[in-house]
């Protein structure tokens, strides 16, 4: 049923669609286009991405095409010289489309669209735009490009004897989180599906025994749409989320906890939500042809779930783009990527002088290495294209001028990267190399010596396949991979909205991102790059994960950029309404000047107090590898301060002091 | 829980004899690093746990006066705290751990005072911070990295 309620949803925005022009067997005219593509907030780059007959089409065997099936959990079977291309979604639908053929067909409904897929000079082009509405992705056009988003498709009520059932299904694997207010009068629960938009109606009576009523609502920008539903439950319900499936999600309301678990039969359903029907969608049905009669996953090319890193249990294939191997394909006219290689395994060896480190590969790798100058002294290597096998960890070395060593899998997409970075108290010489006569390890040696003055900053190596000489030697002071690139953090945001102060309606993560967009344009003005962690009201980190994944996803942001600094937006609060004014934190001892920078500029900016520069271990400013701080920009639990910051113009002075700060210390971005 | 503490809190009023060394309970001054000291006077029978709970009672009640410029741990927060060896653990429940939405400036300021009130007692060096019985990077909505035992040098500037 629910799955019948998903395909009727696809059928009507398949013909929600414009039909144009039907082009079959003619030579089609087929013009570059250089539109931003996002897919649930997260940009995917293409490089066969056209406009033809007034739609956006694109190669087949575009990685943007892996990489938008990959975020949204689904699959593509073609063989190239065939006539059909075949989809998985998520929940199970299947969808073919046939070259030169207007239909495509959604499991065992065929459905008219403008155009379908065509050859031009030997490539494969679909319609982007019929794909994404056959995926049932939300489709959002704005100016220069164009937004999808996964939906909730279908929300049924089953009403059991002691509990009440909400069935959910989701045109992508599902992600969550609930949370519970519990208020006396209205006790709520919430359940939300960030990057899902709502395709599943607005309301759904729950008949009152165990709760009132569901509302659906969307939030967050049309690039991030959020999806909340309410429930409205009586006092002393329960509640319990069973995922049924990927894409599917049943919460059960009940007063007692044994009556929450998924093991009896359901009762019929009895309400279910459906899509408003604004107008009689006109179908056009046609004779399409029959896909081939099974589709089988490709064994070979397996489709990796988005991040956190996926279990890695197969080196062949399992590349980020999931793309399919030349083998599995059949011929593959695009160069392949290298494979995924594992590290197996880090073990340490310590000598007066020197610790080496060694880190065991399944095969060859290349790897760049970057060092900070003085007082910073950080030295990291980043290995392409590898996986770590096991967490990230420390690696303890005895050198006493070393005080951690940190491997982890700092990056899954769009490559897999793995990091390695070590932090000493002062200089000390690195070498990286092969292991003479022990094929696929890679060793570091780091020397309690300080490196030679004309070291050079940074470099890139291989391990070679099999290798029986040490690496040329490599040391050296260094700066980041990409020193005219800026991360900015808009603190908290999506279900952490930080500090509130509720008399001037004033939210923290909605302030921060504020600042954080408007020191953007400053900073983008004076020429540097800049990087948002967010950009909307949204977890920079997996929604389903725990708040301490959600500060790291924001570091991770930042130190896989190389950025050459990071700078954390934030509004101070507190119990008391006397404290005011602004506060520049920093954690290592050598962003003091950093942030005792920033914090003049901005106070003198604003216009706001000077509550002075403190040192504290906060997560973000520690856990990022490049020059960081955080800044508390004035207080919400004070009178004065709370003025300023509902005025626009004071945010304009906070950013535009902030930004000035950055270019008091730094000078401005390097000279291109 | 809060049973626990008002047992303790009880007992700090029936103390008449044999003055232990005072205990010092520390608050954080909301909007600085500085910390208001507030001795109590406490049975010597109170040792080790004991008197780490009775500390922390003190700690989430707030002083007696003067109470408007001083953190307060929010509203519904509750604690246990248990000592072994030099660490003093505790295990953070209640309203706190579902999401922390007072400022970092605060928020620094309970820790600060928690971590000097509980190393002030006799052998406790650290003070190990559970949220919900877990170890946790920060708190819910935090900014303070807390997952490694915190010691009056966590706070030095």
């Known amino acids: ?327 599995a394909s059949g011929a593959s006219p695009s160069p392949s990527p290298s494979p995924l290689e594992k590290i197996m395994d880090v073990s340490v060896i310590d000598s007066a002088d020197a610790s080496r480190i060694t880190l065991s590969l399944t095969g060859p790798v290349s790897f760049e290495w970057h060092r900070l100058a003085e007082p910073d002294n950080r030295f990291w290597i980043d290995i392409s294209q590898a996986a770590l096998i096991g967490p990230a960890r420390e690696i303890t070395v005895k050198l006493a001028t070393v005080r951690s060593v940190k491997i982890s899998q700092h990056q899954v997409l769009p490559d897999h990267v793995v990091r390695l970075i070590i932090d000493p108290s002062q200089p000390v010489d690195v070498s990286i190399g092969a292991i003479e006569g022990a094929p696929n390890q890679l060793g570091i040696d780091i020397h309690a010596r300080p490196p030679p003055e004309d070291a050079p900053s940074s470099g890139v190596g291989v391990l070679p396949a099999v290798s029986q000489s040490p690496q040329p030697r490599v040391a050296v002071t260094a700066g980041p991979s990409h020193p005219n690139l800026i991360v900015i953090d808009p603190g908290h945001g999506g279900n952490d909205p930080g500090a509130i102060n509720q008399q001037y309606g004033l939210v923290e993560s909605h302030l921060t991102l504020a600042i954080a967009q408007r020191l953007k344009t400053n900073l983008e003005r004076a020429g540097w790059h800049v990087v948002l962690t967010r950009d909307g009201d949204y977890e920079v980190g997996d929604p389903n994960g725990n708040d301490d994944q959600e500060l790291q996803a924001r570091c991770d942001v930042a130190n896989a950029s190389g950025a050459r600094l990071f700078i954390s937006v934030h509004i101070n609060s507190s119990f008391s309404s006397g404290p005011s004014g602004l506060t520049t934190y920093f954690w290592r001892p050598s962003d003091r000047t950093l942030a005792q920078v920033i914090q003049n500029a901005t106070a003198r900016a604003s216009g706001a107090g000077d509550a002075g520069v403190k040192r504290e271990n906060f997560y973000v400013i520690h856990h990022t590898v490049m020059p960081s701080v955080l800044i508390e920009n004035a207080y919400l639990s004070n009178w004065h301060d709370a003025t300023l910051l509902a005025q626009p113009a004071f945010l304009d002075r906070l950013a535009a002091g902030i930004a000035q700060g950055i270019k008091d210390y730094t000078g401005g971005p390097p000279a291109p | 829980m809060l049973a626990v503490i008002a047992i303790f809190a009880g007992c700090s009023r029936h103390v008449t004899v044999a003055p232990s060394p005072h205990l010092t309970v520390f608050y954080c001054k909301a909007g600085s690093d500085d910390l208001v000291r507030v001795p109590f006077t406490v049975d010597s029978k109170l040792t080790g746990s004991a008197l780490a709970t009775y500390a922390l009672s003190q700690m989430l009640a707030g002083p007696s006066v003067g109470r408007d410029s001083i953190v307060l741990f929010p509203a519904g927060t509750e604690a246990t705290v248990s000592t072994e060896g030099d660490v003093a653990t505790v295990d953070l429940n209640g309203s706190i751990v579902r999401s922390f939405q007072g400022g970092a400036g605060d928020e620094v300021g309970m820790f600060k005072s928690l971590t000097y009130t509980l190393t002030g007692l006799p052998g406790i060096k650290s003070v190990q911070v559970l949220v919900a019985g877990q170890r946790k990077a920060a708190l819910p909505g935090g900014h303070l990295e807390i997952d490694e035992p915190l010691t009056r040098d966590t706070f030095a500037q």
């Open chain 1, 1 to 327: 049923m629910m799955r019948c309620v998903a395909r009727l949803l696809v059928c009507f925005l398949l013909s929600a669609w414009p039909l144009g022009a039907v082009a079959q067997g003619i030579a089609t005219p087929v013009t570059r286009l250089n539109d931003q593509i996002f897919v649930s907030g997260r940009e995917v780059r293409f490089e066969q991405l056209a406009m033809s007959r007034g739609q956006p089409v694109v190669g087949i065997d575009d990685s943007g095409v892996a990489n938008l099936l990959q975020i949204i959990g689904a699959k593509m079977q073609y063989e190239p010289g065939t006539r059909f291309v075949v989809f998985t979604r998520a929940d199970g639908t299947l969808i073919s489309f046939t070259v030169g053929s207007n239909a495509v067909s959604v499991d065992d409904t065929s459905i008219a669209i403008p155009f379908g897929p065509f050859y031009e000079d030997g490539q494969l082009y679909v319609p982007l735009l019929g794909l994404s509405h056959a995926l049932g992705l939300f489709v959002h056009r704005f100016r220069g490009g164009y937004a999808f988003a996964p939906q909730i498709v279908a929300v049924q009520r089953h009403v059991g004897q002691r509990r009440t059932v909400i069935e959910i299904q989701a045109t992508a694997p599902l992600a969550w989180r609930s949370a519970y207010d519990g208020s006396p009068k209205h006790p709520t629960f919430t359940i939300t599906f960030p990057g899902f938009a709502n395709a599943a109606g607005s309301t759904v009576d729950l008949g009152g025994r165990e709760a009132r009523k569901l509302v659906i609502q969307r939030f967050g920008p049309p690039g991030f749409p959020i999806t909340n539903l309410s429930i409205d439950v009586m006092r002393g319900i329960k509640l319990a989320a069973h995922r049924t499936g990927s894409t599917s999600l049943d919460l059960v309301l009940a007063r007692n906890e044994h009556d929450l678990a998924l093991n009896t039969v359901l009762a019929t359903p009895s309400v279910q939500v459906s899509t408003t029907p604004r107008s009689a969608p006109s179908l056009v049905p046609t004779q399409a042809p029959t896909p081939a009669p099974t589709v089988t996953p490709q064994a070979s090319a397996p489709v990796p779930t988005a991040v956190p890193a996926p279990e890695v249990t197969d080196n062949s294939g399992a590349i980020a783009s999931g793309s399919p191997s030349p083998e």
